[in-house]
């Protein structure tokens, strides 16, 4: 399974971004698709993620209210659509699949696509 972000970008604090991921080569149905990201001299971190037989999604507390994920299972694609950004959503931001369990964490995702950027500036 190859993961292609995009979607980055450069925008000031209160505006908006959507980031897309496409999934391709053996993928899966089941399983989940999230985002995560890596801020500079931090360690990568859950975002948001989304079950894709459920459609059930999860956010991180930071981000909860702000950013939105979907998906369309038809195109083996993943969405996350991000309003009201602040500087402090700075970082690279990396989609991530796992075709089985149920953790949110970077040792828990099965595959990972390059990372896009995203710089909100004050």
């Known amino acids: 399974v190859q993961l292609q972000a995009s979607g980055g970008g450069f925008v000031q604090a209160g505006g908006s971004l959507r980031l897309s991921c496409a999934a391709s080569?053996?993928?899966?149905?089941?399983?989940?698709m999230g985002w995560f990201r890596q801020a500079p001299g931090k360690e990568r971190e859950f975002v948001v993620g989304i079950n894709s037989s459920t459609g059930r999604s999860y956010y991180a507390g930071s981000v909860k209210g702000r950013f939105t994920i979907s998906r369309d299972n038809d195109k083996n694609a993943t969405y996350l659509q991000m309003n009201n950004l602040k500087p402090e959503d700075t970082a690279v931001y990396y989609c991530?699949?796992?075709?089985?369990?149920?953790?949110?964490?970077?040792?828990?995702?099965?595959?990972w696509g390059k990372g896009t950027l995203v710089t909100v500036s004050s």
């Open positions: 080569g053996r993928t899966f149905s089941s399983g989940a």
């Open positions: 991530a699949a796992r075709r089985t369990g149920s953790a949110w964490s970077v040792s828990g995702m099965d595959y």
